[in-house]
């Protein structure tokens, strides 16, 4: 308590003017904050209920800075997908590439005079591998052969014939031809018949032969292919066609004879034999022999070497795959080549010579199926061709006569049986070798390349120590309760790697020498680049997930924030306004003051 007494007009100035100067500090402490509430004592209500919704804000406001990560994250790994598929792209490209690419090596080699019949070519490394190997045979299993039974007898004995001939065998005069008068004689040539009857009178044998002639001549089939002759005694009928038909005279009992009279080998005017190999019409005759003589072996000998040769210049004119040989007398036929088919000898010809029971039947005689025949350069690209175990690993070729051989293989081809300069001997070993495709292997390293590249993205597309392509788990939280959260992982918890995406770990050179194998690798790499895409969609829907809630957080923070304010923010218009009145007031209590303390000073003047 002041020992000071001041007077009532002074005592209620100053209280004034302190009230005045309170207001003012309270006025200047808002401006400088801006708040109208800056402690619980300004107002508790509003200070606690602001804080609380400050709190929550502030929490949201962590959790946004964990989801602004947690989007970084997605993008890293959003960024590693997208060169993981710009990757795969690229291995798609080098496989497709290696696919297209056909730069094989060749060699060819020049087949040469083979007499083993085990004899062959071997096939190892390239596209065989180190324990895979194939051959194939420089000779046939075996071809057919067959040799005709009594062939010399058979061919002296037709080719001496001029024609085919019958005769009736007796005198056609006297009783004889009173006997005949009225009674029939039956031609036969081949398959055509020819019935003649004798008249009720015979004045000789040439007039039967004339009106059998002239029935003959009026038969449409048989005219001109047969004429009846009278030589001597005997009535005789020949044939006058080149055509090779047996000739029977039935009915000649009329004329005396014992019995029907049938050619045994019968050949047309001609004087030719013909028969039939396979297709192929062979006639041969006397104008075929070395000489007419059959007297002596050498004679024998000479001639049916001489129609061993006409036969032969026959069959390969008309492209034969058989020829003829002279075995001791005998013909043998024999395959030349591993296509020619079963042999058959057909047509009269085989009945005449080689004793064919019918023209339609064919030859019995001695087969042969063990011979052995020399491939033809044709014959061996067509067994590699067609041999699934070779036509996957080499191709062949006819290249002028030379066996190509293409090695189908990045990887070198070695070749036992051909010799260092290019001749197939079947005796040469390690001396014959093709590189391989070095395009193709190339690629295959460079596929390799890009493989290890994949898995290396994978590892580097990390965030703050995350790693969702690594098999990470990154989890955000959304609220400051944690009940709402989001857990991002990559499918099924693996690493999105090359082995988790069925891409080969490292492929062979090797593995590109087939285009099926190469076609199965892109049909991996494909599988692959759809699963990485997808992935990449799955990331996407929850990168928007997250980017919804970062929306929402902020929202909701400036709600909270806002809602604090309007508790807590003073009105600067209107606490300015105050502090221009209290500056009044002020001014105005402290000329107040003064004029009360100028009526204290009055009684100092009454002292002097």
């Given at each position: ?28 402490n ?23 919704l ?26 590693g ?29 020049t ?65 004889d ?5 009225g ?43 047969l ?76 001639n ?110 070695d ?40 898995d ?51 492929v ?21 680049i ?36 309007n ?38 003047q009454?002292?002097?």
């Amino acid at each position: 308590m002041s020992d000071i007494n001041l007077t009532k007009a002074v005592r209620q100035n100053l209280l004034s003017l302190q009230n005045t100067a309170k207001l003012m500090a309270t006025t200047q402490n808002r401006l400088a904050t801006g708040n109208k509430v800056n402690t619980a004592l300004d107002n508790p209500t509003n200070f606690f209920t602001a804080s609380s919704l400050n709190a929550r804000a502030g929490e949201l406001d962590a959790l946004l800075d964990s989801m602004n990560n947690g989007v970084k994250t997605l993008e890293a790994a959003d960024n590693g997908l997208t060169s993981i598929t710009k990757t795969l792209e690229s291995m798609q490209s080098t496989l497709r590439q290696a696919r297209q690419d056909k730069s094989f090596e060749t060699a060819s080699y020049t087949l040469s005079t083979i007499s083993d019949v085990n004899a062959k070519i071997s096939f190892s490394g390239g596209a065989f591998g180190t324990s895979g190997a194939g051959s194939v045979k420089l000779m046939t299993d075996s071809a057919q052969s067959l040799t005709t039974a009594d062939t010399m007898e058979n061919l002296k004995g037709v080719l001496t014939e001029a024609k085919s001939t019958v005769t009736g065998g007796v005198t056609l005069t006297g009783t004889d031809l009173t006997a005949a008068q009225g009674k029939s004689v039956t031609i036969k040539y081949g398959d055509d018949t020819l019935t003649y009857t004798t008249g009720a009178t015979l004045a000789d044998s040439q007039a039967v032969a004339d009106e059998m002639n002239a029935k003959i001549a009026a038969d449409a089939k048989l005219k001109g292919k047969l004429a009846v002759t009278v030589t001597g005694d005997k009535l005789v009928v020949t044939a006058t066609s080149a055509e090779d038909k047996a000739l029977t005279l039935t009915g000649a009992e009329v004329f005396g004879a014992t019995a029907a009279q049938t050619t045994t080998n019968a050949q047309g005017s001609d004087g030719k034999t013909t028969f039939n190999i396979n297709g192929v019409d062979v006639s041969i005759g006397q104008a075929d022999l070395n000489n007419t003589a059959w007297s002596t072996p050498a004679e024998t000998t000479a001639n049916v070497d001489a129609l061993v040769s006409a036969i032969n210049v026959q069959l390969g004119n008309a492209g034969s795959k058989f020829k003829v040989k002279n075995d001791s007398g005998s013909l043998k036929f024999e395959a030349i080549s591993t296509s020619a088919g079963t042999l058959k000898i057909t047509g009269q010809g085989a009945i005449d010579l080689f004793g064919a029971t019918a023209a339609s039947v064919g030859v019995t005689g001695a087969e042969d199926t063990s011979i052995h025949l020399a491939k033809t350069t044709d014959d061996l690209v067509n067994e590699i061709n067609s041999n699934s175990s070779l036509s996957s690993k080499i191709k062949a070729s006819n290249d002028n006569g030379k066996l190509r051989i293409q090695n189908l293989s990045t990887q070198q081809l070695d070749i036992d049986g051909v010799s260092s300069s290019g001749l197939i001997d079947a005796v040469s070993t390690t001396a014959a070798s093709i590189g391989g495709n070095t395009v193709r292997a190339d690629l295959a390293g460079q596929f390799n390349e890009l493989r290890d590249q994949l898995d290396k993205i994978a590892d580097d597309a990390s965030f703050n120590g995350i790693n969702i392509l690594r098999g990470d788990k990154l989890t955000i939280t959304f609220n400051e309760t944690g009940t709402s959260a989001i857990d991002i992982i990559a499918k099924d918890g693996k690493s999105v790697d090359s082995n988790s995406l069925g891409v080969p770990t490292t492929v062979l050179e090797q593995d590109l020498d087939a285009d099926t194998s190469i076609d199965a690798i892109l049909d991996k790499v494909k599988t692959a680049i759809n699963a990485v895409r997808s992935q990449a969609s799955t990331f996407g829907s929850n990168l928007s997930v997250v980017e919804n809630r970062q929306n929402f957080t902020k929202n909701m923070m400036n709600t909270l924030q806002g809602g604090a304010s309007n508790l807590t923010l003073a009105d600067m218009n209107e606490e300015a306004a105050n502090m221009v009145a209290l500056q009044t007031r002020q001014s105005l209590a402290t000329s107040s003051l003064s004029m009360a303390n100028q009526a204290d000073q009055n009684v100092l003047q009454l002292l002097r």
